[in-house]
C-alpha cells in the first residue's frame, strides 16, 4: 500500500480543480501515474443517480518517469463518488484506499461535495484545548492570603481543592474536585497560547452544572459563575480576538445534566410541553433513558420538533445566541454527536446536524466551523451537509497510539475491553488510510487530529514519560492531514493516565521555580512545528502520498500546488530506506526545514532516508507538476 510506484489521487488540489464545486458544475481530476506501473489508458468511473457510468481520461503530460492523466466529473448529485479504473497490465481500481486488482465496493470511492464549504480559515488552523476549572485561576478567584489554596465561593456539590493537590482518582470525588480555574484565568494566560502559535482557543463545556467537566449542563442560557459568569466569557472572547485567536464552545446536543431546567420541568409535569424533551424509557413508565446508563444524564429526544427548535431555530437559540462577536463563541464542537439523534427505530442524526449547521452559518456568516465528537467509524455521519469534520479518534489518535504507546505499558482506549496492541507502522499507515478513505477529502481534512484530549491518557504517559516519542507523537500532529489540536499541557509534558488523573491543573508555577515539570524544550519543539505548519502550504493545504510505512519508519509527501513536503517520521532508528527518485520530481532541490535525527541522501535518481533515533524531519521543494488542461469544448458530461 505505500509503494511509491503506484499511481496517485487524492483530493487535494494538486488532483482535483475544485473543492467546492456547485451542483452540476463541472471538476477535473488527475491522477499520477508512473511509468513503471505499465498503465495504457485511465478511465472514471461514477455514479450518478446510483447507476455507475464510465468516462475516458486523457493523457495530459508524458514526463520522463511519469504520466499525468485527466478527465471530467459532473457533479449531478451532491455527493459524487467517483474512482479510477486503469488499463494495462492486469485489471486494477484506484481508490481511497488504494490500488486493487479486483472489484471492490464503493465504500471507499473518491467523493466530490457541493455542499456550502467549511469557512476558509479552519484547514490553517491548530486547536488549543481547555479544561477550564485546570487550566488557570485568575487574581480576583485566589484566597486572600492563601495563593493556590482552595477557594471559599464554591457551590455546595463542589469539593474544594488546591492548585497543587493531587486529582482525585474515586468515582465520588473525581467529577466534583474543583480547582477553581475561571474564564479571566484562561484570558490572563492568553500569551502562551500566541507564544505557541494557536489560533483556536477550545473550551469545554462552560454551562452551569454539577461537575468539573460540566457535561451535564443545568442550563445553556449563561455560563457558570464559578467561572466567572457571561462577562468573564465576553472578556475572553474580545481578549482572544485581539490576538487573533477564535474561540470555540463545546454543547451537548444529546443530553442534559438531570437538574437541567428543562429535566425539571418535565419530571414535574410528565405528561407536559418538557416532558417531550427527552426520550421516554419504555421498560421504566415515568422513566427517561439516560447517557450510557448514567442517571445524570438524560437523553434528548430530537423527535420533538419544539425541541430542536429551541435549540437551532432562530437568534435566541441555543447554538446561535451564543455565536458571533460580542456573544462568547466563533464555533462549536458538539458532545456525544455520534448518538445525539438517535435511539433504536430512531435516527435523526443528520437532521440535527444540518439543522445545528444553519444556525452555526447563520449566526456567524458562514465563518463558524461545526466539529462532532466521534470515537469510531464516522462515515455515515460527515457527507459535508451537517458537521464540517469530527474529532478524528479513529483515523488518527488510536493508529497513533498502536505505533507510539510504550511497549511497557498498554492503555485501553475509551471503553474497548482490551489494551491497544502496539503494532508497525505498516499497519498504523493502512489504518489511517482506510479511515481516511471512507469520508470525503474535505471532511477529512476539516477534522480535528489529536494525540489526546481531556477524555484520555495524555501522550507523555502513553510514551512511557519519554520526551523523545513526545517529539514523534507532536510531529505526527502537526504533519499530517487535518487540524491539529493539541491538549493543554501536552506541549510541556504534562503526564496523566486515563480519566480525571489526565485533567491536572497546568503547573504554571512549576514554569517560574523551574522544578522540571515544565519541559521548555518540548515546549520550543511544538512552538517551531506550529510555526513550519502555518507557514507550509504543504502540510496544511496539501495533499496525503504514502512512500513508505514499515516497522519503525513512516515516510510520505504532502503535495500542494506550489510546494511539497517530505516527512520523515521514526519511533526508533532504523535501517536506510530507499525511495526511487524518479518518483519524487524536484526531491533534489530539497531544503532542510525541521528535524535532525534523519539525513536525505539524493545520489542521481536514488534517494535513501536515515534516522538515528527517533525524531521528525521534514523537507520541502517546489512543486512539479502540469498545469491543468482547459475543459474540451465537446464535454458534454456524459450524463
Known amino acids: 500500500m505505500t509503494d511509491p510506484a503506484d499511481p496517485h489521487h487524492d483530493g487535494s488540489p494538486l488532483y482535483v480543480s475544485d473543492a467546492t464545486p456547485a451542483p452540476g458544475s463541472v471538476v477535473s481530476v488527475r491522477v499520477r501515474v508512473p511509468h513503471t506501473a505499465g498503465v495504457a489508458a485511465v478511465h472514471v468511473r461514477t455514479t450518478p443517480d446510483g447507476e455507475q457510468f464510465f468516462s475516458a481520461a486523457r493523457r495530459l503530460h508524458r514526463g520522463a518517469h511519469e504520466d499525468w492523466w485527466q478527465a471530467e466529473v459532473t457533479c449531478h448529485n451532491p455527493v459524487t463518488t467517483y474512482r479510477f479504473l486503469l488499463e494495462g497490465e492486469g485489471y486494477r481500481w484506484l481508490n481511497g484506499d488504494g490500488m486493487h486488482p479486483r472489484d471492490v465496493p464503493d465504500t471507499s470511492d473518491f467523493r466530490l461535495v457541493t455542499h456550502p464549504a467549511p469557512p476558509e480559515w479552519a484547514q490553517r488552523a491548530v486547536v488549543y484545548q481547555v479544561f477550564p476549572d485546570r487550566f488557570a485561576r485568575d487574581a480576583g478567584a485566589e484566597p486572600e492570603g492563601d495563593r493556590g489554596g482552595p477557594r471559599a465561593d464554591l457551590p455546595d456539590w463542589a469539593l474544594p481543592a488546591r492548585w497543587e493537590d493531587p486529582v482525585s482518582l474515586t468515582r465520588a470525588e473525581g467529577p466534583v474536585q474543583v480547582f477553581g480555574g475561571t474564564l479571566d484565568g484562561v484570558r490572563e494566560r492568553l500569551d502562551h497560547l500566541v507564544d505557541l502559535g494557536v489560533d483556536v482557543l477550545y473550551l469545554t463545556p462552560v454551562f452551569p452544572a454539577r461537575s468539573n467537566h460540566r457535561y451535564d449542563a ?88 419544539a425541541l430542536r427548535a429551541r435549540l437551532t431555530e432562530g437568534p435566541e ?70 458537521w464540517h469534520g469530527v474529532m478524528n479518534y479513529s483515523g488518527f489518535t488510536r493508529p497513533v497510539w498502536t505505533w507510539l504507546r510504550a511497549p511497557g505499558f498498554a492503555p485501553k482506549f475509551l471503553g ?21 478513505s471512507i469520508v470525503p477529502w474535505r471532511s477529512w481534512v476539516h477534522s480535528m487530529t489529536l494525540v489526546g484530549s481531556h477524555d484520555t491518557t495524555r501522550v507523555r504517559t502513553l510514551v512511557g514519560d519519554d520526551v523523545a516519542q513526545v517529539k514523534v507523537a507532536a510531529g505526527l500532529l502537526l504533519t499530517m492531514p487535518g487540524i ?108 532542510h526545514r525541521c528535524g535532525d535525527t534523519a539525513t536525505l541522501d539524493t545520489v542521481s535518481d536514488a534517494v535513501r532516508l536515515s534516522s538515528s533515533g527517533p525524531g521528525v524531519t521534514v523537507w520541502t521543494w517546489p512543486t512539479i507538476a502540469p498545469d491543468w488542461d482547459p475543459v474540451p469544448e465537446t464535454y458534454r458530461g456524459g450524463w
Open 416 to 436: 474497548s475491553p482490551l489494551q491497544v496492541p502496539r503494532l508497525g507502522a505498516e499497519l498504523v499507515a493502512a489504518t489511517m488510510r482506510e479511515f481516511s
Open 484 to 591: 491539529p489540536m493539541i491538549t493543554y499541557g501536552d506541549e510541556i509534558g504534562m503526564p496523566g493516565d486515563f480519566g480525571e488523573d489526565g485533567r491536572r491543573p497546568m503547573p504554571w508555577a512549576s514554569r517560574e521555580a523551574g522544578d522540571g515539570l515544565w519541559d521548555e524544550q518540548l515546549t520550543e519543539h511544538y512552538r517551531e512545528l506550529i510555526a513550519l505548519r502555518h507557514g507550509c502550504a504543504a502540510l496544511w493545504g496539501g495533499g496525503m502520498r504514502w512512500l513508505h510505512a514499515e516497522g519503525d519508519a513512516m515516510v510520505f509527501l504532502r503535495e500542494h500546488p506550489e510546494q511539497t513536503a517530505l516527512v520523515h517520521v521514526a519511533r526508533a532508528a532504523h535501517d536506510s530506506v530507499p525511495l526511487p527518485g524518479e518518483h519524487l520530481p524536484g526531491v533534489a532541490d530539497a531544503e
Open 317 to 386: 437559540s441555543v447554538i446561535e445566541r451564543w455565536l458571533g462577536e460580542g456573544r462568547g463563541f466563533d464555533s462549536w464542537r458538539v458532545d456525544v454527536a455520534n448518538m445525539t439523534g438517535r435511539y433504536k427505530f430512531d435516527d435523526l442524526t443528520h437532521q440535527v446536524a444540518r439543522e445545528t449547521r444553519a444556525a452555526v452559518d447563520r449566526a456567524t456568516g458562514g465563518q463558524g466551523l461545526l466539529v462532532a465528537e466521534h470515537t469510531h467509524d464516522h462515515s455515515r455521519d460527515v457527507d459535508g451537509d451537517g
Open 218 to 305: 443545568s442550563t445553556f442560557e449563561a455560563v457558570d459563575p464559578v467561572l466567572g459568569g457571561d462577562a468573564a466569557l465576553l472578556r475572553l472572547q474580545e481578549a482572544a480576538h485581539e490576538r487573533g485567536i477564535r474561540v470555540m464552545g463545546d454543547i451537548t446536543t444529546n443530553h442534559t445534566g438531570d437538574a437541567h431546567e428543562w429535566y425539571a420541568a418535565a419530571q414535574q409535569d410528565p405528561d407536559g410541553e418538557f416532558g417531550g424533551w427527552y426520550v421516554r424509557d419504555e421498560a421504566r413508565p415515568g422513566s427517561w433513558v439516560t447517557w450510557l446508563g448514567v442517571p445524570s444524564l438524560p437523553k434528548l429526544d430530537h423527535s420533538n420538533a
